[in-house]
C-alpha cells in the first residue's frame, strides 16, 4: 500500500510560482510512474503531468503546458510539481497520484488527499 501527501499548496498572488510536493510513505515510488491532476471547484478532475519511474519522460496537459514543471526525486521518495505565473483560473486542489502516466484518472492506483492552492488577484 501507498499512501501519498501533497504539501506546498496554499494562498499566493497572481504571477507568483509555486512548487508542490507528493512524498509517500509504505512503499518506494522508485518503481512507480507518477501523475500531478487537478480539480476547480464544480468541475472535474484534469491531468496535469505525468512522469516515468526514472523521470527519463515527462507528459503534459496542452493547456498551459508551458507553466508546469514535474520533477521527481526516487532518493527523497517525492514527485514534484512547479507551476509558475499563476493565475486566479489556476484555483484548483492539485492531487498527485501514483501506478501510471496515464491522462485517465482510472489509470492510477493511489491517491493523495489533495493540496489546495488559492490564488488571488
Known amino acids: 500500500q501507498v499512501q501519498l501527501v501533497e504539501t506546498g499548496g496554499g494562498l499566493v498572488q497572481a504571477g507568483d510560482s509555486l512548487r508542490l510536493s507528493c512524498s509517500a510513505s509504505?512503499?518506494?515510488?522508485?518503481?512507480?510512474?507518477m501523475g500531478w491532476f487537478r480539480q476547480a471547484p464544480g468541475k472535474e478532475r484534469e491531468f496535469v503531468a505525468a512522469?516515468?519511474?526514472?523521470?527519463?519522460?515527462?507528459y503534459y496537459t496542452d493547456v498551459g503546458a508551458g507553466r508546469f514543471t514535474i520533477s521527481r526525486d526516487n532518493a527523497a521518495n517525492t514527485v514534484y510539481l512547479q507551476r509558475n505565473s499563476l493565475a486566479p483560473g489556476d484555483t484548483d486542489v492539485y492531487y498527485c497520484a501514483a501506478s501510471s502516466t496515464s491522462r485517465t484518472i482510472e489509470a492510477y492506483s493511489y491517491w493523495g488527499q489533495g493540496a489546495q492552492v488559492t490564488v488571488s488577484s
Open positions: 512522469i516515468t519511474w526514472s523521470g527519463t519522460s515527462k
Open positions: 509504505g512503499r518506494t515510488l522508485s518503481t512507480y510512474g
